[in-house]
């Protein structure tokens, strides 16, 4: 329980006056009435708080293994430990923070080489190197619920990155050397933050992940996968003066594989909801952000880099009163993982956000949505490079509130995969965007969509930028060793209604329809 009494000792100590010879300091009696006083003020002002943090141990090492006839195994690393905190109180605390970090995976130790012995043959097979561990799980719950006063709530999960495994052990003579040990994947990120308050309150919720990254692999295989991220974010108020609420989910890297294909990329999940009831007048924010890991790059004909994270975000907020209401979801597709020396490139990652905000309010109420496309992985000698992931936002907004609406929607496609020497890039990824709007008060709406630039490539042929799939745009085509144009629509209007009972409408680089 952390306990901040400097504001009320320095308040107490200016508003005292000891006498000539007295000082807070020296007089037993003043300090302590002076804390008595300052406890009871801080209690009326509900600044009480709860901080939890736990961090997992990391795993450990483990031994290498001993030369001999045969080699002995290299010892395989622990796993991370996973990190679980909780920070929840009713009517005791304003304030509770929820920290959780899971433990780095051990590394896997190399195996034994093999050394001849007293057997006849001078023959002797390595030790198989050891396995590296996953990186501990991390899960964060912060709660807080008041009747009086402000609330804040935040939760914070960072899960451990996986390690690498050990090498085998060498042979002797014609023996069999070791396998390589496998490598850890990271682990996953869970945060959960929900707070609650009356009349006149500021409330704010906050959760944040990061999954942890995938190992490295040096020797032959997979790489480690990045772990999956999950992120929840609630605030309710009864009179408020704010609620703000923020979720944010990063998923964990998949890494780079010396000779094999790349570690998978995490997915993300994001969540955010506010509300507010009764009659008064409230500042609603609410946004949602995910973000798809990197898929793990790859080396090596016949090898595979990995596709980028998957990606998914929801928001929501409702006022019953009157107010500034604005919610965001917004999605950014992972890239794919980078080919080497004949390997492919992986897939940038769709994002795809259909009516994935909402809410309601007496006044105007703001829609916002993004989505954004990964990257394609590039591909070197030979290699083919990924496919740039396509984005689509489309948005039914309305505000059920009966009041004014804009709704904001955006599209950028992911950019192609570039081609190193001996390679062909690939196309731009489409943006696409459709949204309607209805309210009884003014509607406005903006609209982006924006295809993705094609691959350059050094030596074959380039990509085109992506397709729109809107009139009026032009077809930018990247040329041979060029780098491929990124398409925009050029298309602007705006309309304004001005009789009774109508409402306007402005399209920005898209079109825009409006409903009285």
């Known amino acids: 329980v952390v306990f901040n009494s400097r504001f009320a000792l320095v308040r107490m100590e200016s508003d005292l006056k000891p006498e000539k010879n007295s000082s807070p300091v020296r007089d037993p009696m003043l300090a302590a009435c002076m804390l008595v006083i300052g406890i009871f003020l801080l209690a009326g002002n509900n ?3 709860e901080t939890v943090e736990v961090i997992g141990a990391d795993g450990t090492w483990g031994d290498v293994g001993a030369p001999g006839d045969p080699g002995a195994p290299g010892d395989s690393g622990q796993v991370g430990e996973s990190a679980t905190a909780v920070a929840s109180t009713v009517d005791t605390d304003a304030a509770n923070t929820a920290r959780a970090v899971g433990g780095l995976g051990g590394i896997g130790r190399d195996g034994g080489d093999g050394v001849d012995g007293a057997d006849p043959g001078g023959d002797a097979d390595g030790g198989d190197g050891g396995s590296g561990a996953s990186g501990g799980n991390a899960n964060a719950t912060a709660n807080t619920t008041v009747s009086i006063g402000d609330a804040f709530a935040q939760a914070e999960a960072l899960a451990g990155n996986g390690s690498f495994g050990g090498q085998g052990g060498a042979a002797a003579g014609a023996g069999q050397a070791g396998s390589d040990g496998l490598v850890g994947d990271g682990g996953d ?7 609650s308050a009356g009349l006149d309150a500021t409330i704010r919720a906050t959760a944040f992940t990061r999954a942890g990254n995938g190992a490295r692999n040096n020797n032959d295989g997979f790489s480690g996968a990045g772990g999956d991220a999950i992120s929840t974010a609630q605030a309710d108020g009864v009179d408020a003066r ?4 923020q979720s944010s989910a990063t998923g964990g890297n998949g890494d780079f594989a010396t000779a094999g294909s790349g570690g998978a990329a995490g997915d993300a999940s994001s969540m955010a909801a506010g509300t507010n009831t009764g009659a008064g007048w409230v500042i609603l924010r609410v946004t949602a952000d995910a973000r798809g890991g990197n898929g793990g790059g790859a080396s090596g004909a016949g090898n595979r880099a990995a596709d980028g994270g998957a990606v998914v975000a929801s928001a929501t907020g409702t006022t019953t009163g009157a107010g500034q209401v604005e919610v965001t979801a917004r999605v950014t597709g992972g890239n794919g993982g980078f080919g080497t020396t004949g390997a492919d490139g992986g897939n940038g990652a769709d994002a795809i956000l259909v009516d ?12 916002i949505q993004t989505a954004r496309g990964g990257f394609g992985g590039g591909g070197a000698q030979g290699g083919i490079a990924g496919q740039a992931g396509m984005a689509r936002s489309s948005l039914q907004a309305t505000n059920p509130g009966g009041s004014d609406i804009k709704a904001v929607v955006s599209a950028v496609g992911g950019d192609g995969g570039v081609g190193s020497p001996g390679s062909d ?6 943006g696409r965007v459709a949204v309607t709007a209805t309210a009884a008060g003014i509607v406005q709406i903006e609209a982006l969509s924006i295809g993705g630039s094609g691959g350059g490539s050094a030596n074959g042929q380039a990509g085109q930028g992506g397709p729109l799939r809107e009139s009026h745009h032009r077809d930018l085509r990247g040329r041979d060793g060029a780098v491929g144009l990124r398409q925009r629509l050029l298309q602007s209007r705006q309309v304004d209604h001005t009789d009774a009972g109508a409402c306007r409408c402005r399209g920005i680089r898209g079109d825009a329809t409006s409903r009285p």
Do not use: C, F, M, N
């Open 47 to 49: 600044v009480w708080a």
């Open 189 to 195: 990120a869970q945060a959960d933050a929900s707070a």
């Open 242 to 245: 704010s609620v703000v609420v």
């Open 356 to 367: 994935a905000a909402s809410g309601s309010s007496l006044q105007r109420l703001d829609l």
């Open 425 to 430: 890039s690939t196309d731009g990824a489409e």
